[in-house]
Antibody, heavy 119, light 108 residues
Framework: EVKLEESGGGLVQPGGSMKLSCVAS????????MNWVRQSPEKGLEWVAE??????????HYAESVKGRFTISRDDSKSSVYLQMNNLRAEDTGIYYC??????????WGQGTSVTVSS | DIQMTQTTSSLSASLGDRVTISCRAS??????LNWYQQKPDGTVKLLIY???RLHSGVPSRFSGSGSGTDYSLTISNLEQEDIATYFC??????????FGGGTKLEIK
């Protein structure tokens, strides 16, 4: 059974940092692109970042809204993907989902972890 | 970036009804259109990918169609467990992945 489990969310002050983690199980993690997607009432579902495979030199891509502030990374030996978030803003508040990419779709999603940026 | 539009933000239907949810892309996405279901507890699942291909474990009462810029998701014989919000997403021009605003389905 494919499982994705996020952790690391919580409350952080504006300008602060936070690192989200996602542990995968039930499949060969190193064979799949991974993404982070967030959801807020204001913006709905918003793609945040993507990381590809070792064969793609672990290429990364980011939404314009987070470029320069967020960093996605992966550790295939731990079946994990991470999202380092720096210089957080109120508009980064939301539920953050880890997703697996397959055939140009996000075929599995984690349960989400909540991030609140507020003073 | 490709914009995805779901013009119906909420929809009310009766159990057993046939329901159709629409999605429009701002340009031709060559059938790379996916549908997701989000339950009230936040759980998100892939239902359909590449316009009409059913994801593993998805009931056959769900189906998808469309081409070019216009796509739809149909639920035949609506069941209580189908109460959820449905999102479309394009997978043609990446990045960025872009989503529609969602259609919330309620029971009449």
């Amino acid at each position: 059974e494919v499982k994705l489990e996020e952790s690391g969310g919580g409350l952080v002050q504006p300008g602060g940092s936070m690192k989200l983690s996602c542990v995968a199980s039930g499949f060969t993690f190193s064979n799949y692109w991974m993404n982070w997607v967030r959801q807020s009432p204001e913006k709905g579902l918003e793609w945040v970042a993507e990381i590809r495979l070792k064969s793609n030199n672990y290429a990364t891509h980011y939404a314009e809204s987070v470029k320069g502030r967020f960093t996605i990374s992966r550790d295939d030996s731990k079946s994990s993907v991470y999202l380092q978030m720096n210089n957080l803003r109120a508009e980064d508040t939301g539920i953050y989902y880890c997703t697996r990419c397959n055939s140009y779709a996000m075929d599995y999603w984690g349960q989400g972890t909540s991030v609140t940026v507020s003073s | 970036d490709i914009q995805m539009t779901q013009t119906t933000s909420s929809l009310s239907a009766s159990l057993g009804d046939r329901v159709t949810i629409s999605c429009r892309a701002s340009q031709d996405i060559s059938n790379y259109l996916n549908w997701y279901q989000q339950k009230p507890d936040g759980t998100v699942k892939l239902l359909i990918y590449y316009t009409s291909r059913l994801h593993s474990g998805v009931p056959s009462r769900f189906s998808g169609s469309g081409s070019g810029t216009d796509y739809s998701l149909t639920i035949s014989n609506l069941e209580q467990e189908d109460i959820a919000t449905y999102f479309c997403q394009q997978g043609n021009t990446l990045p960025p992945w872009t989503f529609g605003g969602g259609t919330k389905l309620e029971i009449k």
